[in-house]
């Protein structure tokens, strides 16, 4: 039994959602049918989840929503004529989204998700209504109904582990079970969504609780590649990768999926397949425990940017024992988490996300490292890059450093800075911004092109 | 004006003397010698040194000295006999060895600091007898006399500040200062010795003290080798170093100098020139502030074995703010001090000195680090050497990474860890430590030979 999840864009109309009516018509395994709210048809399109949080501020705020609602029915309404499937469903989403603004008002966070979630739910009744008269029994599955709970926390549940065992019951349902991503219900009965990851996180807790045999994550992209498409021409789809390998992947600037939200399908095993609802013979890209290991050592390349560097320099800091810690406490105690923190013996660097801090925090950081540390100088740099390489096994490959140094300096790009000794699947390299996509091509040239 | 500063082995018989005192005469810039006591003559022989520790434990046990202290009143007889000092100067050194025995039993670390500095202190006594007939006027200079004082820190002494006013006054004497290296007197009059380092920490406070131009270091080496001579045939020498690559050079294992040693004069800009007193038209090393920069990015490569990394794993691990901390503050609690931590997503990898634990109390660290961070999993691995290439400027040749990392993958040898971007005068590699030997040669091929 798999559980499948469709993303926005492969729902975001009638003739998309034929695409998916056909998808789990054509394997019997496909019972549990995650979906999310309708996406953007064209780049210009608005998703419903944002015409939704419109619509939800308005109402909180006493404002007029009344042309932000109707552009939210009519979304839905376009789908359903497409669909030629009646008026019953949009009266039922209209009468929701109607009920959603008398919500209480006092928990502001909870108000809002309510209205979020019902991008999901209402979607979850419409597609549940076309599989049925297209021929596939289907039931709608509300997650209050299936048990599916998690923790008082708006925009950042967490599933409640006593949600598995009511979850696994979906496995008996004789019909498609269609059930909306991106939320469940606090133990007191609220609402409450998902972080980042949205449905996916769905997907791969409903792919938990019922021990699916696999999590079927359909998407608009025919597989995960080795490099980002925007950067490097037609690159190369990766056919097998490990959980490690798209953990890393995810880090360095991959956002095909988010791996956190596969966690609960990793923790049990359960191979996760990239697939593309408007290319579903392509044979997308499988994410699983273990993989055949190929010749090639590195499998993806990733980047990205928007980090700083503070370099401390004081003489005599090998010996001084606690002072690393000391930089630590310093940046903890500002609520500041830093990437990687490289050190020689008389310096030390530390790699951050440069959007923690405005340039005044940033100053004020600086006079108190160098106040407290003692420090001979502190200087800040900014606009670095991070560029990955990731695989299994990589590092038992000699060649791989050897093959990546020579793209740098082929290209003329000065590494400032290289990770590698931690991580077992991956290797980094710190360099200046502008040079980021010259990167990411000239490595992908080295791993994926030369012979 | 000089200080010029003269070895053990320079000092070790007659001969190596007639060589010392022509050197001082060569240049009349050479006014303040400091001498080190007796080194070895041969690979067999005992330094004076390491008598006179042996000569002062059995004092101090109330053991019977006579044939310890035949053997040192022996070796500097040996040299005067050779010089044909005559037997006035071995009278007043016996009676100076004679007199140690009655000195405070009370207070053993300052009891032996006594015996220990006698060697330089009647060296030079010996020394500057041997240039007046020579005709070169000079005089011994007891630090006391001189305003040497130190801290009470017996074997670990720190110059005082004031020191150096009065170390000042030496640049008017008509004679050659033939001064004692190695200690220096506490304010309440005892001797103590300096750390590692010994006479070169001697000659370097002068060097500030005197404001010289030039601190000459005679040794037995033609010059700093770009690589060590035991490891590479031949190895090219360095003309010029600066005081940061000296620096690392020194942490990475480099021995002829301890860069420590050599602060004080580094502190006001004076060069320090190593040269070999077997062979005074050689070059030598010059280590100054600032070089011309060569083509060549890369001046010497260092290496040096006995460490271990321990590898903690803890899935979202670089969410957690804080947990580098804890790792460093468990390390603090038990005085251990690190190298690098180099750090990925989920995982943190500490490189340390092997020698801080017994491999019980390794075993009680793992366990802590385990339980208290909560860690997936926590391994150790042993006998890792860390390889360093060092050169001011050489972060900005693109290549350097790229030909290492060549070198290495051309050896067959893994890389387990890179550090860059900390320092910016070197980058260090970390690979098991049977293959040390190996990449230090791949290195030097690939930096100092290859055309």
Known sequence: ?????????????????????????????????????????????????????????????????SSVLSKIVNRYQTIAEELSLGTEIIGEIRQNLDDLINGNKDEPDYYLDAFKASGENNNAKLVAAYFNKEGV?????????????????????????????????????????????FFGYTRDGKVCTFSRGGSDITGSILANGIHAELYENF???????????????????????????????????????????????????????????????????????ERQLSDQGVIGIASSSGFSSIYIDKYLMNREIGFGRKVLEILESRGISYEHMPSGIDNLTIILHSDQMSSEEEQSLLVQLEEELGADSVKVEHDIALIMIVGEGMRERMFTMSKAATAFSENNINIDMINQGASEVSVMFGIQAKHEDLAVKALYEAFFEKK
Chains 1, 2 share one sequence.
Do not use: C, W
């Not at 019972?31 to 048809?41: N, T, Y």
């Not at 409640?160 to 269609?178: H, Q």
């Not at 992947?249 to 697939?275: M, R």
């Open 1 to 65: 039994m798999n559980v499948i999840k469709f993303g926005g864009s492969s729902l975001a109309s009638g003739s998309q959602l034929k695409k998916v009516v056909q998808i789990v018509k054509d394997d019997a395994a496909r019972k549990i049918v995650v979906v999310s709210a309708p996406g953007k048809r064209s780049a210009e399109d608005e998703k419903v989840t944002d015409l939704l949080i419109g619509f939800g501020m308005k109402a909180l705020a006493g404002h007029d929503y």
């Open 219 to 289: 998407t608009d992209v025919d597989a995960i590649f080795t490099a980002n498409p925007n950067v490097v021409e037609n690159p190369i789809g990766i056919k097998e990768l490990t959980y490690r390998e798209m953990r890393e992947l995810s880090y360095g600037g991959f956002s095909v999926l988010h791996d956190e939200a596969l966690q609960p399908a990793f923790k049990l095993g359960i191979p996760v397949q990239i697939k593309n609802t408007n290319n579903p013979s392509a044979p997308g890209t499988r994410i699983m425990k």
């Open 137 to 181: 029994p289907a039931r709608y599955m509300n997650p209050k109904e299936a048990g599916l709970l998690v923790t008082n926390e708006p925009g950042n549940a967490q599933v409640l582990s006593e949600s598995y065992e009511e979850l696994a019951k979906m496995r008996d349902s004789e019909e498609v079970i269609v059930f909306p991503g």
